[in-house]
């Protein structure tokens, strides 16, 4: 199983930038890619972003798309959310997960504790 731990979120003004950082650790080479997810108050949890350990290949929600980038770091087995102009509807808990294949789908089974970001405006 894979354990995952987020860091970076905090408090920023409107077209300010933050980075997020999510460390896996344990068995990290089941994954086949990994997510970014954020939950605002009173929402669902939606998706924001996604790689693949192996290619790199990246995938972004309309919401976020030319603002946020998602990458990683294999060695380190860390992925990062850039977020870049940053609006208040960006505010929301950011969470990160792993993604394994289960036959012939793919499911976000482990996730991280979260981390607040909050945008003001």
């Known amino acids: 199983q894979v354990q995952l731990v987020e860091s970076g979120g905090g408090l920023v003004q409107a077209g300010g930038s933050l980075r997020l950082s999510c460390a896996a650790s344990?068995?990290?080479?089941?994954?086949?890619?990994m997510g970014w997810f954020r939950q605002a108050p009173g929402k669902e949890r939606e998706f924001v972003a996604t790689?693949?350990?192996?290619?790199?290949?990246?995938y972004y929600a309309d919401s976020v798309k030319g603002r946020f980038t998602i990458s990683r770091n294999n060695a380190k087995n860390t992925v990062y959310l850039q977020m870049n102009s940053l609006k208040p509807e960006d505010t929301a808990v950011y969470y990160c997960?792993?993604?394994?294949?289960?036959?012939?789908?793919?499911?976000?089974?482990?996730w991280g504790q979260g981390t607040q970001v909050t945008v003001s405006s």
């Open positions: 790689i693949r350990w192996s290619g790199g290949s990246t």
């Open positions: 344990g068995r990290t080479f089941s994954s086949d890619a």
């Open positions: 997960a792993a993604r394994y294949a289960h036959g012939g789908t793919y499911k976000y089974d482990t």
